[in-house]
T-cell receptor
Framework: EIVMTQSPDTLSVSPGERATLSCRAS??????LAWYQQKPGQAPRLLIY???TRATGIPARFSGSWSGTEYTLTISSLQSEDFAVYYC??????????FGGGTKVEIK | EVQLLESGGGLVQPGGSLRLSCAAS????????ISWVRQAPGKGLEWVSG????????YYADSVKGRFTISRDNFKNTLSLQMNSLRAEDTAVYYC????????????WGQGTIITVSS
């Protein structure tokens, strides 16, 4: 099973600042990685797939990149609606599909 | 509008059974793998089970293998999850989620249904 490790657990950021979230895979997932945003009481929303392709309707301030087994979600200028929990998920080798533990982005 | 709508959640005793349903609309249901993903209270996301578009292939997490059975009816555009031998650790919000294409991210999610396993 591929283990996905996200860091940090919580990220405190001021509105307008840049946020950088990390996700490390326990083995190569060949950019078969998605990022999701989840707000309290809501279902997750797909942000990024293929490690760097924005899903339909996702603003350009969200971007994904990777190097080796380290994947990064960057939010270039945080808006009030971006404060949420973010999850990465690998779909390279499954079952099982595996998620990271999540990073909570909170207002500083 | 593309939509998934879960139902069937509730309170069940340990060792009991429950059947969840997910009604799909707004897309060609039979073309897509659909999964169940759960979230325990205050915890992260856990993939539970998936089924291919034609229903021929089913997949399970080790934590539910042998206890849960996923199925689909492509005529009625519905997905089901039969949950037997339920445990306290199965307590969670259960979401059905549609693959974007083939196991490349879930682009449509239901609103979730809550399962509580408790005596």
């Amino acid at each position: 099973e591929i283990v996905m490790t996200q860091s940090p657990d919580t990220l405190s950021v001021s509105p307008g600042e840049r946020a950088t979230l990390s996700c490390r895979a326990s083995q190569d997932v060949s950019s078969d990685l998605a990022w999701y945003q989840q707000k309290p009481g809501q279902a997750p929303r797909l942000l990024i797939y293929g490690a760097s392709t924005r899903a339909t309707g996702i603003p350009a301030r969200f971007s994904g990149s990777w190097s080796g087994t380290e994947y990064t979600l960057t939010i270039s200028s945080l808006q009030s609606e971006d404060f949420a929990v973010y999850y990465c998920q690998q779909y390279h080798d499954w079952p099982p599909l595996t998620f990271g533990g999540g990073t909570k982005v909170e207002i500083k | 509008e593309v939509q998934l709508l879960e139902s069937g959640g509730g309170l069940v005793q340990p060792g009991g059974s429950l059947r969840l349903s997910c009604a799909a609309s707004g897309f060609t249901f039979s073309r897509y793998t659909i999964s169940w993903v759960r979230q325990a209270p205050g915890k992260g996301l856990e993939w539970v089970s998936g089924i291919s578009g034609d229903g021929a292939d089913t997949y399970y997490a080790d934590s539910v293998k042998g206890r849960f059975t996923i199925s689909r009816d492509n005529f009625k555009n519905t997905l089901s999850l039969q949950m037997n031998s339920l445990r306290a650790e199965d307590t969670a919000v259960y979401y059905c989620a549609k693959d974007r294409n083939w196991a490349d991210g879930f682009d449509v999610w239901g609103q979730g249904t809550i399962i509580t396993v408790s005596s």
